[in-house]
Nanobody, 124 residues
Framework: QVQLVESGGGLVQAGGSLRLSCAVS????????MGWFRQAPGKEREFVAT????????YSADSVKGRFTISRDNAKNTAYLQMNSLKPEDTAVYYC?????????????????WGKGTLVTVSS
């Protein structure tokens, strides 16, 4: 059974940076596209970024382009989300997800496995 565990969340001031990690166990990460989604209080879960199995192709939401970078290390069975220039509106629970589809997902419905999330709070 595939398990995903996020880490790296916390409290940061606006303009600061955080790096989230997603450790995958139960199966090699190279079997999946990986993604990050987030859910702010009172809002629906939204797409942040996805990365292909090889790591050569990525796709990010317009709201985070130029600030967030998704990456992966298949040897370490881990995916990452580097978040720079954080804004208060980035405050949310961030979820790591793995998908078996061949097209990079932009919807949570297209992902198959989920972590429990890590909270990111950006203060103004």
């Amino acid at each position: 059974q595939v398990q995903l565990v996020e880490s790296g969340g916390g409290l940061v001031q606006a303009g600061g940076s955080l790096r989230l990690s997603c450790a995958v166990s139960g199966r090699t990460i190279s079997s999946y596209q990986m993604g990050w989604f987030r859910q702010a209080p009172g809002k629906e879960r939204e797409f942040v970024a996805t990365i292909s199995r090889s790591g050569l192709t990525t796709y990010s939401a317009d709201s985070v382009k130029g600030r967030f970078t998704i990456s992966r290390d298949n040897a370490k069975n881990t995916a990452y989300l580097q978040m720079n220039s954080l804004k208060p509106e980035d405050t949310a629970v961030y979820y790591c997800a793995a998908g078996t589809g061949t097209v990079l997902a932009t919807s949570s419905a297209d992902m198959d496995y989920w972590g429990k999330g890590t909270l990111v709070t950006v203060s103004s």
